[in-house]
Every structure is written in structure tokens, then in C-alpha cells.
Nanobody
């Protein structure tokens, strides 16, 4: 079992930066593929980025967001730069045990509770 706890969300202005963190518990968490998704009310959960060794990004965040991990700390980060109002969402961290397609939320086994990111114009 893996528990995931996100932190770092908040209210910022367009153009600002935020760094989200996802702390994972469980001794095998460092071997999982980790992903970030986001969701706004009334819409499906949307892929943002993923990492195991390689990294993957949604086109909408490529060049602005960077995913990284510190296996010694069992923590995954999402550095978000040049934030836009359309980045406003609840951001979720997720873990995949089996290295399936990284962009599909249904392929992830564990989820955090989410952290709100609000970008004002």
C-alpha cells in the first residue's frame, strides 16, 4: 500500500511559479511511475506529467512545467512556471505499479487527496 500526500498549492497570479510536492510512503514507492493529473469541476481528470526514469508531459504544459523525483526522500515534484489562469485546477499525485501508459488516469493505482492551484489573471 502506498499513501500519497500533495502540498504546495495556492493562489498565484498569471506568470508566477509554484512547486507542488508529493510525498509517498511505502518502501517500494521509489520504483513506481509517478504522475500528476489535474481536474476542474465538471471535467474529466487530465494528465499533466509523469516520471519513472523518462518524463512525459501534456502538450499544454510542455516547456512550462517540470516533473522530478527525489527517490531518497520518496518525493515527486512538479515545478510550474509561467502559470496561466487555465492551469487553475485541483492537482493530484498518482502512482502506477506496472508502468502502463502514463497518460491514462485509469492506469494509476494510488492517488493523493489533491491540492488546489488557483491562477488569477
Amino acid at each position: 500500500q502506498v499513501q500519497l500526500v500533495e502540498s504546495g498549492g495556492g493562489l498565484v497570479q498569471a506568470g508566477d511559479s509554484l512547486r507542488l510536492s508529493c510525498a509517498a510512503s511505502g518502501r517500494t514507492a521509489s520504483s513506481y511511475r509517478m504522475g500528476w493529473f489535474r481536474q476542474v469541476p465538471g471535467k474529466e481528470r487530465e494528465f499533466v506529467a509523469a516520471i519513472r526514469t523518462a518524463t512525459y508531459y501534456a502538450d499544454s504544459v510542455k516547456g512550462r512545467f517540470t516533473i522530478s523525483r527525489d527517490n531518497a526522500k520518496n518525493t515527486v515534484y512538479l515545478q510550474m512556471n509561467s502559470l496561466k489562469p487555465e492551469d487553475t485546477a485541483v492537482y493530484y499525485c498518482a502512482a502506477d505499479r506496472e508502468y502502463r501508459s502514463p497518460t491514462m488516469s485509469s492506469n494509476y493505482d494510488y492517488w493523493g487527496q489533491g491540492t488546489q492551484v488557483t491562477v488569477s489573471s
